[in-house]
């Protein structure tokens, strides 16, 4: 867990303004028995989720990819090639959407924009953090280097089958 006090409480408003704007058909799927509150989701994330990530084509297509998703300070963090057809998307179209699921046991849906880092501060912050969770030098993986990326979410809900059974942290 990376989070603060303050970026729980972040993204708890951001979870309760999320299904504040939720329709009937989704309240009626994701109710107060089958949320995760911030600590709860945050202490769930904790380490590598599978994230399927959606990014859009310059004509307007929907493409989807697999990226390792970290959650780290209440957003989605990844990275990739830098010459991978996400990045061209995310920087061309930042308008993003992933997806955690893990069987019927939780679900984490994300839209936001994506901001895409492959020099400056923020991404030698981020390599380090690879570097250590992986315990390898990510940019030694890919010939072209890898770059990274965050989701500055907009939107994001998440369901539990049995969410009392979750910890909170």
């Not at 953090?129 to 990274?148: K, L, M």
Request: negative net charge.
């Amino acid at each position: 867990m990376h989070e603060t006090d303050e970026e729980i409480a972040d993204l708890q408003r951001l979870l309760d303004a999320s299904i504040g704007r939720a329709n009937s058909h989704l309240t009626g799927i994701v109710d107060d028995d089958h949320r995760l509150d911030a600590r709860q989701l945050v202490t769930e994330l904790t380490g590598m989720k599978v994230l399927v990530l959606a990014t859009v084509t310059a004509r307007g297509e929907p493409r989807t990819s697999c990226v390792d998703g970290h959650f780290v300070h209440g957003r989605w963090l990844f990275g990739t090639s830098a010459t991978a057809v996400k990045i061209k998307h995310m920087r061309a179209r930042p308008a993003v959407s992933a997806t955690h699921v893990d069987g019927e046991r939780v679900g984490v849906f994300t839209h936001g924009q994506a901001r895409v880092f492959s020099e400056g501060p923020e991404f030698e912050a981020h390599n380090a953090y690879f570097t250590e969770f992986y315990g390898s030098d990510p940019q030694t993986w890919d010939e072209a280097g890898v770059v990274y990326a965050t989701i500055d979410p907009g939107w994001m809900v998440s369901y539990a089958a049995d969410a009392a059974s979750f910890p909170r942290g």
